[in-house]
Structure formats: C-alpha cells, structure tokens
C-alpha cells in the first residue's frame, strides 16, 4: 500500500489542506461543550438572557465556519482521491503494459482487469475517506481528551484510561478482520471463476449431462464464501457493542468522579456536563472511525493487490554487451555439433558462422537456441540453430506442443531465450530496443484479435499513416479484400468488440491484412490460416509470394500444403529441429516430415512412389 | 409517468426481495426487536444522564431534610450500568441477525442464479456477453448485500430514533419539541437538492467508467497483440483521454455529494442553537431543569443524525434495489422449454437419425437452414463438410437439442428428440469440439467428466487410445496435475487430446466431431484416427472436419453451403461427380 503512496505526491497541498481543514472544523465542534458549560453556570446560573443569546450567536458562527471549513476540506479531499486514482490507473494501465508475455501467462489477464477497475475504485474511496477522518477522528479523540484536562484533571484522568482500551478493541478488530475480508475477496474470485467457466463451456457441460455436478462444485464454493463472509461479519459486528459499553463505563465514571469533584466544589454544573458532552463526542467520532476502517480494510486489501502488479518487473530484462556476449558465447563452443543427428542443413544455413556481422537487413538468426519458460521446466525448444535471409520463406512445422509458436515467438522477443541468441539484422534481439524490433516485425497470431473500432482503425494499427489504397493493396494480399467491398460502410464498417460481428475466417483473414499494413521486413504468420478453407490459403500464399519487397516469411502451420514451397522448412519435434531443407530434401530423408505429409497427401504419395 | 412506472418497478423488486427474506422472517423479527429494544434503551440513557446533572444541583443546594443525597446518584449509575449492557447486547445481536440474514439470502440468490444459469437456453447465454452474466451473479449480488445490509440497518434504527426522539423529547418538554421539529426539514431539504443535483453527476460518472472498462477489456485482454503492434502509446493515450474524463466527471460527483454532510451537519448546528436558546431561556424562567436540557441537547443530536444518513441510504437502497433488479431479471429470464413429464429416457440408442423439414434461424430476419432432410442409419458414418458459416455447427447445435428446431423434426431410433429428455439425448452422444473446454481442477477430473466412476486403468486406456497419455505422464504430477482455468498452459492440441480423451471414456452410443484434430498435428492426429475408427465402429457419428483426408472414409459426405445440402455421397462418388466437394478436394494440392 505503501508504494502506492507515490501517486498522491502530485497532490501533496490537497492531501495536506484537506485534512488541515477538517482539523480546523474538528477544532471548533470542541469549543461548542465550553460554550455549553458557559451558558449553564453563567447564563442559566445569573438569569441573563442576553448572555445566553450571545452565547447562542457564537455556537452558530461556530457552526458557519465550520461549514466553510468542512466544504472546503471535502473538496480538497476529492480532489486529491480522484487525482490518485485517475493517476494510480494510469500508472497501473501503463505497467500492464510493459509486462513480458510470461508474466501476462503467469498472472493471466483476467485478474488484471479487475484491479485497474475496481480495485483502484475502493482505493478511492478509501483515500477519500482517509484524507477526511483519518486525521479528525483520532484529533477529535484526543483533542477531547485535552479539553477535558483544561476542564478538571482528576476527572481528565478517565478519558487517559478509556482512550487506549477503545484503541487497542478498534485496532485489535482491524488486525483479526483484514486477513478475513482478503479471505472473503479470494472466495468471490473462485465463485467468479466457477461461473465464468460455466459459462464457457455450457455446452460440453450440457452434452455431458454435469450441470448436477456444477451445481453441487458452485453450491461448495458459494457455501464458504458464505460461512468467511459471516465470520468477517461476526467480527465486526463486535465493534460497535464494545466500544459503546466502553464509552458509557468512562461516562458512568465521570459522572461520579464529576459528582464528587463538584461536591469538594472544584467543579462546577456546567463544567460537568461539557465532560459529559466530550465523553458523547468521542463515541460518535468511533462511529465513523469504524466505518473508516472498515472502507480503509478493503482499501488497503485492494491497494495491496494493485502493488502486487506494480511490483512485477516491468518489461524485459535489459542487457549489457557483456552479458550477451557471454550468453551467445556459451553455445559458440559446440556450435556445429549440437543436433547434427537428424538435421538435414544442407541449404548453407547452418554452414555458414552464425555470428557472423554481415548478416543483412530482414534476416533472422537462431544461435543455439534453448527455451524454458519456467525455472526448471522442460525445455520447450532446444539448441535451434537456421539462418533465414533477407527474402527466405521459412516453414515451421511439427507436432502439437513441439514448440512451432515458441519459436517464432522468440524473434519480436516476446519472450526471452534461456540460452543461444536469436539476431534480428545481426543484432541480439535483446540488445534492441523492443520497439524498434517489433516495428520490423509484422506478427499474426493464432487467434485472430480485432478491436472495436472501424475497419479502417484496425487495420492502420500497423501503420497510422497508410493510406486506404496501401490498406485495400494489403486485403488483396490477404484475400480479405472481398470482407470489405461486401461491407455496406467498406472501410468505415464498425468491428464490434472481439470482432463479434465476424467470422473466425473473416478475422484470420483482417488480422493478416492488418500485419501487412505495416510494410514490415520480417512477417510471422503463427498458424493462423487455420480458419481458411484451402482454396483460400492457397490463394494467399501466392499472393504473399507475389508481395514486392523482400520480406522475410515465416509460416508455421500443421499443414503440409501450406509451407512445402517455402525455401527451408524446418521440422520440430518435442522442441528439437529433427529436419531442415527444402520439401524434397525433406521428403527424402526426414522420417518425420515424411510422415507428416504422407498422413496428408496419402494418395499422391502413393502415385508418385 | 415515467417515475411511476420505475417507482412501480422498485416496488416490485422490494416484494422480490422480501420473498427471498421469507425464510429468515423470525431473525428478521428479531433483528427489528433488537433494534427497538436498543434504540430505546440507547435513547433512555440520556434522561438517566440528565437525571445524575439535576442531582448534582441538590448536592449543591440541598434539600431540607434530606439525608445523603449519595445513595440516590448509585442507584442512577447502577440503572445506567444496566441500560448500556442491554443495549451493548441488543446491538450485538442485532449485528449478528443482520450478517446472518444478509449472507444467507444472498446464498440463496447466488445459488438460485446459477441453476437459472443451467436451465437457460443456449440462446440466452450465445446471446448474452459473459461478462455481463458473472458481473450479475458476483459484482451485483455483493453490491446487492452491502446496500441492503447497510441499507436495511440504518434506515429501520433511524427511523426508531426518529420516532423515539420525538417521544422522549416530547415528554421532556413540547415547546422545544416544536422548535426540532420545525427545523428539521429545512436539513431534509438541502440533503434532497443536493442529492438531485449529483445524480446526473453520478450517471456521467458510471458511464464513463464504463466506457473505460470497456477499453480496458479488450486492450488487456489482448495485450499480447497490443505489445505486437507497438501499440502501447497510443493504447495509453486512449486510456489517458478517458481517464481524464472520469477524473473530472469523478471529482464533481464525489465533490458535490460530499458537501450534503456538511451541510445537513450545519443545519443540525442550528437545530443544536436553538435547542440550546430556547432551553436556556426555559430554565431561566424556571420551567425546565439544566439536567433536561442537557438531555434535550443529546437528543437534538441524536434527532438530526439520522435524517444525514438516512438520505444517503435512500441512495444505497436503490443501488442495492437496481442490482437486485438485475439479478432477478436473470433469474426469471425464460429457461428452456422443461422436458415433457412422459418424456422418454434414451437409453443405448441404436442411433438412427432422422431430418425431416428441418428448418432453423437464429434470427428471424436471417434465413439458415430449410428444408433439411437427411436419414442416417444406425452406425453410419457421416461427414459434413463446405465453407465456413454453412450451416455445420449449426446442425451439431440442433442434433443436441441446444437449439430447437422452427421448423420439421428431429428423431433418434423413432422418437422425436422433444419428447426425450434433454439428459439421456445429450449424453447419447459423445461430443468433442473445435473449442476445447477444460476446468480448472486435475486432470483426472476432466477426463472423468462423463464417467466419474471409472477406474484408473480405464482413465489410462483411454488416454493410451487418444494418445494423450504420454503427455499426461510428463506433466509435472502425470494425471493429478491441476491445471488452471481453460487449461492454463496446455497447448491447443493437447487440450483437445484431453478433451479427446473424454469421449473415449464414456463412450456414449453416438458422437459428434466437430473438428476434433483441428489443433492435433496430422501424425498424432492419423494415430488418433485409428482410434477414432474402433470408436466409431457401430456408433452413428458426425463429423466436421477442414481436413478432408479425415473424411474420406465416411460413409456419407454431406456438402453443405447456405444451409442447405448441395451435394451427398461417399467421397468417390462426390469426386467423380466433379461438383463443389471436387473443387473443394483439389484445391488442397494446388500449388502456390
């Protein structure tokens, strides 16, 4: 909670003049018990009614500043909460957005969303609330307690006792309920889970019958979200009854030592009942107080949350030549030897020195590339090493979870290498500023993501400045021209959020469209033909090959067709390269590949054999 | 007209609510006996107060006569001992009637919700953003709980106070009743002007809020494409542009509704002057004791508190009474037309199919599937295939029941499936989607979903057939490793290899495949295929597939395009026809 802090430094004279002003406030609600005790023993002892008008007047003005002061406190209160907030979001949003795509794996985004939203909104509140109470209460407590010394010591003596047994019950009921309500969030987190899955996968539920089941799983978690919930209750549901018996045993007590110290005639009537009313003053001011801390509990529950992804490392690691070096140089050693088992790399890819710095624009290393995403785990790629030029056509194929989509990630640097090198232009990725990188590199990713907005908003997210006809030459590419001309609006035709208003074709198909506005020098196409039927993939390809420039194409696929054209595929099996070469190399002697293509083209195979 | 029509609509809600108070009526008796009995004793404690100052004059000026005036002050302090002990009681019972009443009816909402949930049709849920759904059944009904809660407490002790005060202090002293009472309004009045003025405030804020959750929704949900396209900056402008509105819309609305405490507070003030003028001008002339006003002085307190809150929780109830509102939308939301009582349970269906005059929509504006007709043999093997919106999914949706037919019929072994029960049809057939679906939990329990009682060498053999075991065993805890919601790190393939894996368990007597290897790769997935065959050996089975090599062995070839059937036969019958399927199956092998 405490790092959050930062976010009101922008506020520093609001989070200073709030409270200052509620103190003020608090200062004069004081005085209104002596102004009491005066017109008693004065006014009321002597008959002078004009006494007690005079009196009466100073109680209103008492009451008029603090109104003023109060106004202008809350205003500055809000100021500085909504200012926090509305920064503390900013700050957060902007973080998510540095995360590496582990930590978006790790964290999953869904849990994100819900501290930038609503998290931060009980932080708001309960700064809001922190800024006005937090200092008043105590100061309305203790200046209570002050006032009454000024009144009679001795009588003083019970407010100094009565003090520190509320303190220690309020605070004693904040320690034992904050880990409850943090209990009571994660319980709605798993009955949110449950629903959200529900819903999922209502219909493989349904298909199997296991809404009993659901039911019985939902009635579980609801029941202890309940059971920690009335718990939490029970706790603070002790609060108000103890602090009152409290209050009204100091209050039982001055009235006897009040009694006895008017009877020895240090006191007077009046005097006794200004005691009385600091006495009441403190148990309303407890009232809040509980309040406060209970908003302040959730407040801080939240806050905590929200530091838990502020403190996630932001972005990618940095790092110096020297580490790279030593990284890259650790593999240089064994660099030919490494698979040469099943490698076929007979294309001059793997001859030539890797390292080399001659390495041209849009070409793409891997130096002995190992992968692991987690501390320990199996590794998903192990010891890759191609050269793509400028202008190669790559294919990536393999089994499910051989490490296709690992691979291909690693060149925009999505996620870091555990060991080798991956260079973009003879340059580490990692020693890249990750901007420069990715603007190189156009990206289609398995799903196809659309955003809301036109067409056109879309599709420039690869380049602001394209024109619609640098737009329509990127649909034809992507055979997504006809989605468009059918489109009553074209260009300007509304995406619906997630693209909901299209089909999962129609979306593959924009998103490629969208990866090509950008012009870019290196094009990953991550499976992502799989919604086309062949026709249209074939389509595709061709008009990809046909593309001007020289762009580097790496297609991963499961099919065949799909890549058997491309100038070197590399075959991947449980994250190793078992082949590299063109499709006749391939066919020739990767076992592998072979049976990837003969499960696919079996009667072809068979007439050409 | 309007008002009326939403004051009707709260109405109805409150009766709603108080239906689902029903079970809890005597703790809700309780919890209104204990918050009188506290009231009053918390009110009553004041007059002791006023009794113990009024002592005090005769300790100073005592009567003739009189003995120790002490025993009479320990018999004030021994009754004011009492009442605060009741009252501390009353109030904890109070407390724990409220947390109990509370939590217990929204259990009972939440739970009523979710079965609502399984009873909807698929229509509703496909029609409706999830989103909105999980935020009805979480947000709103906590939302719900803290308003009626606070709500409920508060606005029944103030307004006991409120009517106690006026008692006490009437019995006290009528004039200076009088002077409260005249007041008070004027404090009732700047809460409701204040109030009217900020809900517009208030709306601006939530729908900005809104539009900025929106955008946080669909930018880090898919972060990974933002991060892609280098699109954070402008991503945070966005985010920033409308962060500065609701700052500023936040500030006015919290700012202007925050200054309705002050401001009742003021009033109060002047209540508290004039209590005081009038009292001190009455105990000049005699006619009240400084122990009564003092007394008068705490109620005058006590009086206006409530009228402060009780604006604020006319606001929290309502809140409470919209979530509630939309709660109860949810639940009372048409659920699936019930299974006939003379339904009929399919047990071991032979799995002949029947499609006759089969026509189906999901909107009526937009035609889809007319006048299908198709008969399926028992143990038939029968694909469909064509391009993407053609009707397939659709048709997997309607041989399920997830959606019913508009038009025709649909019989399995004879019966028309809206005369068996949802259940036995459902679990008739052994479905495995193009959309995995895992839950969060082992992966054992997601294999075992249609079959929770088998054995572990069952689970296995199934696994082996699906090929899914070998991944399984790698897994850091092999069959009792759980994983996270919608398969946490899993693979797509292996996703559905698992999912794949289901359906070999249970094997129900029919299947459906609706591009069940579209994530697999084509060795794992020609291994599967072997076993896909055995399976499918005397089970009627649909399949969809992309991959036509998958279907080539099917008995029927149904081709559809616009919902219709364009072409039907087995694959050497289809390519020898050189129609749509022809084109189709060529086009794989075209050369780029």
């Not at chain 1, 008492?62 to 109060?70: D, F, P, Q």
């Amino acid at each position: 909670m405490k790092k959050l802090l930062v976010y009101l430094k922008d506020y520093k004279k609001e989070s200073i003049l709030g409270p200052l002003f509620k103190l003020l406030e608090a200062s004069f609600e004081l005085i209104v018990p002596l102004v009491v005790a005066s017109m008693i023993d004065v006014g009321i002892a002597q008959g002078d009614k004009g006494y007690v008008g005079r009196m009466c007047l100073i109680m209103a003005a008492l009451g008029l500043i603090g109104l003023v002061c109060s106004i202008t406190a809350q205003y500055f209160a809000a100021k500085a909460a909504v200012g926090f907030a509305t920064r503390l979001r900013h700050g957060v949003f902007e973080h998510i957005q540095k995360l590496s795509f582990s930590q978006l794996d790790r964290e999953g985004t869904a849990t994100l969303i819900t501290r930038i939203t609503s998290d931060i909104n009980q932080v708001q509140s309960g700064v809001n609330l922190a800024l006005r109470l937090f200092l008043r209460s105590p100061f309305i407590v203790f200046g209570a307690m002050i006032m009454a010394f000024t009144v009679d010591v001795k009588a003083a003596l019970i407010f100094v006792v009565v003090i520190p047994v509320l303190s220690v019950i309020v605070f004693g009921i904040m320690l034992v309920s904050i880990p409850l309500y943090k209990k009571v969030q994660s319980g709605l987190d798993r009955v949110l889970g449950t629903t959200r899955e529900n819903l999922t996968g209502v219909r493989v539920i349904r298909a199997f019958g296991q809404e009993p089941t659901e039911i019985s799983k939902f009635d579980g978690e609801n029941d202890a979200l309940k059971k920690i919930q009335t718990t939490a209750g029970r706790i603070s549901a002790l609060m108000n009854p103890l602090t009152y018996v409290v209050i009204n045993a100091g209050l039982i007590a001055l009235i006897y030592t009040g009694a006895l110290q008017v009877d020895a005639g240090v006191l007077s009537k009046g005097e006794v009942v200004a005691l009385i009313n600091y006495m009441s003053q403190i148990l309303v001011e407890l009232v809040k107080l509980a309040n406060l801390i209970i908003t302040m509990t959730k407040a801080v529950a939240c806050g905590n949350r929200i530091e838990a992804v502020l403190g996630m490392p932001a972005g990618l690691k940095e790092y110096t030549a020297e580490e790279l070096e030593a990284s890259a140089g650790v593999s240089t050693g064994d660099a030919q030897t490494g698979h040469s088992g099943k490698s076929t790399g007979q294309t001059g890819l793997s001859e030539e020195n890797a390292g080399s710095k001659e390495e041209e624009t849009g070409s793409v290393v891997f130096d002995h590339v190992g992968l692991r995403y987690y501390e320990g785990g199996e590794e998903a790629l192990t010891d890759i090493t191609f050269k793509a030029r400028k202008g190669d056509t790559i294919g990536i194929i393999g089994g499910t979870g051989s490490g296709k989509s690992s691979l291909v990630n690693l060149i925009p640097r999505f996620y870091d290498v555990t060991s080798g090198s991956v260079r973009v232009d003879g340059r580490d990725v990692r020693s890249y500023d990750t901007v420069t990188l990715r603007d190189k590199i156009g990206v289609v990713m398995q799903k196809a993501v659309l955003f809301q907005g036109t067409i056109r908003d879309n599709l420039k997210w690869g380049n602001e400045s394209a024109t619609d006809e640098e737009i329509y030459e990127a649909l034809r590419t992507a055979q997504a021209e006809e989605i468009v001309r059918q489109k009553k609006d074209g260009l300007d035709e509304m995406i619906e959020q997630e693209g909901r208003n299209l089909s999962g074709g129609q979306k593959q198909r924009l998103s490629i469209a969208r990866a090509l506005v950008k012009k870019p020098e290196i094009l990953i196409l991550d499976d992502s033909a799989s919604a086309l039927d062949y026709a249209t993939d074939a389509a595709l390809r061709k008009a990809l090959k046909e593309m001007p420039g020289d762009t580097t194409v790496f297609i991963v696929s499961q099919r065949a067709s799909s890549l058997m054209h491309a100038d070197t595929i590399i075959v991947l099996d449980d994250g190793k390269a078992v082949g590299m070469g063109t499709h006749e190399e391939l066919l020739k002697n990767c076992s592998v590949y072979q049976e990837i293509y003969y499960s696919q083209f079996e009667k072809k195979a068979g007439q050409g054999e | 007209m309007k008002k009326t029509e939403k004051n009707e609509k709260q109405k109805e809600t409150l009766i709603k609510v108080l239906k689902y108070m029903k079970p809890y009526r005597w703790l809700v008796v309780l919890t209104i006996l204990m918050a009188a009995v506290s009231v009053a004793l918390t009110l009553y404690l004041p007059v002791l107060t006023g009794n113990a100052v009024d002592w005090l004059t005769s300790l100073i000026s005592p009567a003739e006569g009189a003995g120790s005036p002490w025993p009479a002050l320990f018999a004030i302090l021994r009754k004011m001992a009492v009442v605060v002990v009741l009252t501390a009681l009353a109030q904890w019972l109070m407390g724990i009637c409220n947390n109990k009443i509370v939590y217990s009816m929204i259990q009972d909402i939440r739970e009523k919700v979710f079965r609502r949930i399984q009873e909807l049709p698929l229509k509703y849920l496909d029609g409706h953003s999830q989103g909105d759904i999980v935020s009805r059944v979480v947000a709103d009904v906590d939302q719900f709980a803290d308003g009626l809660l606070i709500g409920f407490t508060q606005l029944f002790t103030g307004v006991v106070t409120i009517i106690g005060t006026l008692f006490f202090m009437l019995s006290v002293n009528v004039g200076i009743t009088v002077v409260v009472v005249v007041i008070t309004p004027v404090s009732l009045f700047v809460a409701s002007f204040i109030a009217k003025k900020t809900f517009s405030m208030f709306k601006l804020q939530s729908e900005t809020r809104g539009e900025q959750t929106n955008l946080i929704n669909e930018m880090i949900g898919n972060q990974k494409v933002v991060q892609a396209f280098n699109r954070e900056d402008e991503t945070l402008e966005t985010f920033d542009e409308i962060n500065g509105r609701l700052e500023k819309y936040s500030l006015r609305a919290i700012f202007f509704s925050s200054i309705t405490n002050p401001s009742t507070r003021f009033v109060n003030s002047l209540v508290y002057m004039g209590v005081g003028l009038t009292g001190a001008l009455a105990a000049i002339s005699g006619r009240l004791t400084v122990g009564q006003l003092t007394c008068l002085l705490s109620y005058a307190n006590q009086y206006t508190k409530p009228f402060n809150e009780i604006s604020g929780v006319v606001t929290e109830l309502q809140g409470a009474l919209a979530c509630a509102a939309r709660i109860f939308e949810l639940i009372e939301e048409e659920p699936q037309t019930a299974d006939a009582a003379d339904a009929r349970v399919l047990t071991d269906a032979k799995g002949a199919i029947d499609l006759n005059h089969v026509a189906f929509s999901y909107t009526p504006d937009k035609k889809l599937i007319e006048d299908l007709n198709l008969q399926v043999e028992p143990g038939q093997r029968i694909a469909i295939v064509g391009p993407t919106g053609c009707g397939k999914t659709t048709l997997i949706n309607l041989l399920m029941r997830f959606y019913d037919v508009n038009e025709g019929s649909i019989s399995v072994d004879g019966t028309d499936i809206r005369d068996i029960t949802r259940k036995s049809l459902r679990t008739s057939f052994g479905m495995v989607l193009q959309d995995t679906w895992l839950k969060r939990g082992t992966i054992r329990e997601n294999i075992t979903v249609g079959r929770p009682d088998a054995t572990d060498e069952e689970i296995i053999a199934a696994a082996k057939a699906s090929h899914a075991d070998s991944f399984i065993r790698r897994l850091p805890d092999g069959y009792d490793t759980v994983i996270g919601e919608d398969g946490g790190s899993l693979s797509g393939g292996q996703k559905q290899l698992l999912c794949i894996t289901r359906v070999m368990l249970s094997l129900p007597p029919m299947l459906i495949l609706d591009e069940a290897t579209s994530s697999i790769d084509t060795r794992t997935e020609q291994k599967i295929q072997k076993a896909f065959a055995t399976m499918m050996e005397g089970r009627t089975s649909f399949i969809v597939a992309h991959r036509l090599s998958t279907i080539q062995n099917a008995d029927v070839i149904l081709v559809m395009k616009d919902g219709h059937i364009i072409e039907q036969g087995n694959h050497e019958e289809l390519l020898a026809k050189g129609g749509f399927y022809a084109k189709l199956y060529n086009s794989q092998f075209a050369i780029a």
